[in-house]
């Protein structure tokens, strides 16, 4: 380790090129000093974390079109639209099933739905920006309530009408772990603080050394005898013309002694420790707040016409983080639908799901990582076999705040059919926050 | 790192002050998220302020001066403002020099976005000047 460390910082002192690009980091010598700290952190392989995959931008499971077969336990903090652009019908047995046990009933035609947390219905009313840490700190619970609106598809076969239901739905995190302001991560954040201060006040004596070392080297006459320069406006001038930007620093790095170059390395070498720590605490805090449980209990009805049947579902769900990476929730479910021509159906529904983030986001309001979900769901109702649900699912940021999930889904029957049946899913959620602020 | 840094105006590396004619330096720090954390410390004296410092935090705005207090000065100071975004993903940074005649001018002005893991050092050099 030491020695690739020890090989990095005299290649790059010799070769005189930093392998980051400079537009990300300050100019000049204090970027190439970034650099090679970052550069030794890598080294001592400590790993970078995604973005959670917790907060749910699909329709809510009960909409039939819907691209989500597992409900998260929170939505979204602020405003999002969910779209599934590419109906359920047909099935793609149709297109690849070749069993005569398959099925190609045509299921029901696109929604849409939108939902809002109350944080987002007060900051509006409000007129405040959401992202406004004084009015984020002072409006816990409001977050803790979601709600969703929307059209949902309908089918004659199992709804009794061609009509769209209206969804209506509402939210409650009962147990959220991941909320910043509980005393619990509170005190995590005070750990980044102290670990960013640390790492500040190490960072600006390293820097400041360097730049001494490096004027002292090419400017022996003006410095005292402690090695400090003797003129601070020659200093300043010097910092200026040869340190300031990164075509004069190139050029200064290369006029400099091998010995000046040990140097340099020593002193980045030792006072890597804060820099390290502010890195494994910032890690660390992060894991820990995104993999905390959250559980929440929601309601969801489709509402259809005065012939159509009503769907109504109370759910509990329940999210983990197993790890950085992997989001597992579990819902359990009451359904009743209200029949108008038939006895009414009630049962129970188990769903659980494992969500991947495959990537890593490119910014906190960048695109979100490209995410992989494999999901499972039971659902037994009177009157009805079981029904069992698997589904895999892809999603794609398109821009930052628009996301696109293709799911292929397998049943073994579906609702009142004796039938198997298989389907190609496409949707679109849009995240309005995000993507406003990216054409900020 | 993955932080986007966007300078309005870019860091110079070295700012002359001159204290003794009423010169000195304004810091803004605008976050966009719940929990601002920051540090701004001084090779000199360690660290000057921290996030929870400012009255009010977490808020949208964070404001300080730096020499215009004469104990403040300190010959040949780097300043490093040190941002985290595991609670706050966007920053403006801004710095103003103050001439002591009433005028004002921007020195540095650079918008960060970083993902929570991310971190973002921003330094120079403070010379005095008579």
Known sequence: MKTSIRWYVVFTLVAGFPLVSPAQSEPGVNGWIDRQIDFILDQQNVGKNGQGSDKQRESPSTDPGSTSLVDQSSATDFFSVAANVIPVTPGLSQFVSTTGSTTTTNGPAGSTTATASLFALLAALNKVSPTDPKFYAEHVSPRRFSFTIGTAASSQATDNTDTPATVYGAKVLLINSRELYTKRNLARLKEAQDANANAAKASAVLKLQIKELIFSALNPGSVDPGGRPSDPNSFASFISDHLATDASFQATLNDLSAETRR???????????????????LQEKYDEIRKAQQLSISYTADIRDAKGNNDHRVELIFDYGLSPRINWTVNASGDYTDHKSAPDFKGGRFATSFKGSLTQPDSAWGKCPITLTFGGEGKWQTNHK??????AELT????????LPLVYRYANRIAQFDQTDSQARMGLSVDISRLAHSFK | MSVIRTPAVENPGVIKVAPAKGQYLHFTVNAGGAIPIFTFAS???????????????????????HLKNPSDIQQLEELELRLAFLTNATYTYTVEFHDGTGNATVVLQIDYAGAPTDRAPESFTVVIVA
């Open chain 1, 263 to 281: 140097r340099i390395q020593t002193l980045i070498e030792n006072s890597i420790s804060a820099f390290s720590q502010e890195r494994a605490v």
């Open chain 1, 386 to 391: 079981p029904q069992y649900t698997f589904q």
């Open chain 1, 396 to 403: 794609i940021p398109l821009v930052p705040g628009v996301d």
């Open chain 2, 43 to 65: 090779s000199a004296k360690g660290i000057l302020y921290e996030a929870g410092d400012f009255p009010g935090h977490p808020k949208a705005k964070y404001e300080w001066e």
